[in-house]
């Protein structure tokens, strides 16, 4: 099993650009998610799923999209770059409900210039 | 709302010396905490939960409701324990997002 896989690792965008970050898990897991996580701030929720076609909105949800047309994949969208989106960008995965253990992937270093 | 908080951004100890990482949380129904750590480029993972009531690598963390607090402890810390420790709380009816504290980065000095 690869677990969460993650791609792309990094990347660089102009201000205005858009970009899909890929996630996808093998472990048949129902709940995914993703979050930023920024010096000083921790990891923030940004959106959430807890099965195919249910998506729903963390704590930071502006400005970006999501959804979950199967089990394995969670792309994240970023419509038009910021550079307050310039972050390390991580999707988890667990079995169940949100009260489980979480699988993270090795996460993706976004820029905004 | 539910809301993590750890105290101290950064805390360095001696080898050997006890360590206690402090997690306070708020939230109004049955909590579900968790320790995740993320050591040097590796991948964030779990450490311990409080429903399995373990110890890993020495660390254990106890659920005070009273206080509503999940410190995290070890007696005696090593250089490898240096790393970035994240207290997260989710409900244990499963349906409430899992949230993170700002993380702590502890510093083992040799």
């Known amino acids: 099993n690869a677990g969460v896989t993650q791609t792309p690792k990094f990347q660089v965008l102009k201000t205005g650009q858009s970009m899909t970050l890929q996630c996808a898990q093998d472990m048949n897991h129902e709940y995914m998610s993703w979050y930023r996580q920024d010096p000083g701030m921790g990891l923030r929720l940004i959106h959430y799923?807890?099965?195919?076609?249910?998506?729903d909105q963390g704590e930071v949800p502006n400005g970006y999209n999501v959804s979950r047309s199967t089990t394995e994949d969670f792309p994240l969208r970023l419509l038009s770059a910021a550079p307050s989106q310039t972050s390390v960008y991580f999707c988890?995965?667990?079995?169940?409900?949100?009260?489980?253990?979480?699988?993270f992937g090795d996460g993706t270093r976004l820029s905004i210039l | 709302a539910q809301r993590v908080t750890q105290p101290e951004k950064l805390l360095s100890v001696f080898k050997g010396a006890p360590v206690e990482l402090k997690c306070n949380y708020s939230?109004?129904?049955?909590?579900?905490l968790f320790w995740y750590v993320q050591y040097s480029r590796q991948r964030l993972q779990l450490l311990l939960r409080h429903i399995s009531r373990e110890s890993i690598k020495g660390f254990t963390a106890d659920l005070n409701k009273g206080e509503t607090s999940f410190h995290l402890k070890k007696p005696f810390a090593q250089e490898e324990d240096s790393a970035m420790y994240y207290c997260a709380l989710s409900g244990l009816s499963g349906n409430t997002p899992l949230v993170f504290g700002k993380g702590t980065r502890l510093s083992v000095i040799a």
């Open positions: 939230y109004s129904g049955s909590p579900e």
């Open positions: 988890a995965s667990s079995p169940g409900a949100n009260n489980q253990p979480q699988h």
């Open positions: 799923s807890v099965g195919a076609g249910i998506t």
